[in-house]
């Protein structure tokens, strides 16, 4: 399929406005220094597929149920109702106005079931969410992303796919969203998305409120006064992405790859035991230092955002609705990380050397509250240095150097988990991934299996030769 489909493809139904059930008092949130760090992220765009046969209920997926739904949802999640704004000092917050989420509804003769049965990669998948122009109309769905009031949290769209499949008629729905990541993390987009689709599922039935709250109180995470950083702290976490413009000529790609749960299991064994996004995450950054060609003495980072609600004292609930997460790193020489020679022994120790040493980083984090705390406070001294960063709220755009490489885990979260009453989802991913160095690791699906999925994207001129390695999985005698 061409990503650059004519206009015409999607047509636009409706857009609108869904604000909460309940209008509650317009107020301000305040934003920690863990939101305001990914201000620059921008939205992140996600799928979920649905599908059916002709046996399909009269109202599958009925628009008037899903918004009544949202609306329900959204009285306990309000900041998704709200602008992203500044206060009088400039610093970024939420204006919990109650003005609401953007919703459409589109429709597509073009796209296939097929597109979607088996994905393996994305370059036509995001035209089907609300790409952020921030202050202007949508140019493919028209919808409003920014009022006068601030740029929209929150953005939601369906997407209706008729197709024949012979003999049956087949109605396949997307689901879209995207959601700006200075107010929220995956978790807690995916706790919205539980309740609203548990809404939907339940009907007049539900209760207006759901059961597992968010949780708002953002001054969990908020800086010590005065600000302390510990002296290891810069030596642990990555406080800036060095996102670079790519060069003409150089684009990047984006693939996605399955590993079957029992790969899985003996790559952890390969790797001494240590976690499946451990050693999957070893196994990635060694194919794509091999992949890049990158010299021996070339010290090669791999960074990776680290869920700390569990890691402060006091814990912080699960239910936090906002950011709780901290990007560390793990540096060494590429020849720590790629084998040299055909022996399959030292590969295998190879492989366990890289995940030691991301075990090691994940471990000094389970264990010092001190490093972490650093970490809030040094991202709020970097904000009140740096206020024009901190204001900007259009995404930054480029790839990471070519010896860097980051890992987003999503293994933990319930992508599958989000069943609006009309069974769950054939398919979900990230919507896109223009990003050169940044990769996804999620679960597969587990009708499908289990598993983990990896979404790489990566310089389209290494893409071909990380999928070799990638693909030879446990014969890793010429990595």
């Known amino acids: 399929m061409n990503s650059k489909q004519d206009d015409d493809e999607v047509q636009k139904i409706e857009s609108c406005f869904v604000q909460p059930s309940k209008m509650l008092p317009r107020q301000a949130l305040w934003l920690s220094p863990l939101d305001i760090i990914k201000a620059s992220r921008g939205y992140t765009p996600l799928v979920h597929f649905y599908q059916h046969g002709d046996d399909a209920a009269a109202d599958f997926f009925d628009v008037g149920r899903l918004k009544k739904a949202m609306a329900k949802a959204l009285v306990a999640f309000y900041p998704f109702a709200g602008r992203l704004t500044t206060d009088a000092d400039g610093r970024p917050s939420i204006d919990c106005n109650n003005e609401g989420v953007l919703f459409a509804v589109a429709r597509s003769e073009q796209l296939t079931v097929d597109a979607f049965s088996n994905l393996k990669s994305l370059p036509e998948l995001d035209i089907k969410v609300p790409k952020p122009k921030y202050g202007s109309s949508d140019e493919k769905i028209g919808v409003q992303q920014s009022t006068q009031t601030g740029d929209a ?16 008629t087949v109605l396949a729905i997307q689901v879209g969203s995207a959601v700006h990541h200075s107010a929220v993390d995956g978790h807690s987009m995916f706790h919205f998305l539980q309740a609203w689709s548990y809404l939907c599922r339940e009907g007049d039935a539900a209760a207006e409120v759901v059961v597992d709250l968010p ?29 670079r413009e790519r060069p003409p000529g150089r ?33 990635v950054w060694r194919c794509a230092c091999a992949a890049r060609r990158l010299p021996p003495d070339a010290r090669s ?11 402060v004292r006091p814990p912080i609930p699960d239910r936090y609705f906002g950011n709780a997460i901290v990007t560390a790193f793990a540096a060494t020489a590429v020849r720590n990380i790629v084998a040299s020679g055909s022996s399959a022994t030292k590969t295998t120790m190879a492989l366990a050397r890289v995940a030691a040493l991301i075990s090691g980083v994940m ?31 259009r995404p930054d755009r480029g790839s990471l150097p070519e010896t860097e490489l980051r890992i987003i885990s999503w293994l933990h979260l319930p992508l599958y988990d989000v069943d609006f009453g009309w069974g769950f989802p054939r398919m979900m991913s990230r919507a896109e991934s223009v990003r050169g160095g940044f990769v996804h690791v999620m679960s597969g699906r587990p009708a499908d299996g289990g598993g983990v999925r990896v979404l790489a994207c990566l310089e389209a001129e290494n893409m071909d030769e990380f999928e070799r390695l990638l693909s030879a999985k446990f014969t890793y005698a010429r990595i």
């Open 153 to 168: 949290i929150c953005v939601g769209v369906e997407l209706f796919i008729p197709c024949i499949e012979p003999p049956s």
């Open 215 to 243: 949780c708002h109180n953002r001054a969990l995470l908020q800086p010590r006064s005065p600000p302390v950083v510990h002296p290891d702290a810069l030596a642990m976490f990555s406080p800036k992405t060095n996102l």
């Open 251 to 283: 684009p990047v790609s984006t693939k996605i790859f399955a590993i079957s749960d029992d790969e899985v299991a003996a790559l952890k064994t390969m790797c001494g035991g240590a976690s499946t996004f451990t050693a999957v995450s070893a196994l």
């Open 301 to 311: 980072k791999l960074s990776f955002p680290v869920n700390i609600r569990r890691r």
């Open 363 to 393: 471990r000094r984090l389970a264990n010092d509250e001190e490093l972490l705390r650093s970490a809030i406070d040094y991202h709020e001294m970097a904000a009140v240095a740096s206020p024009s960063q901190t204001r900007r709220r």
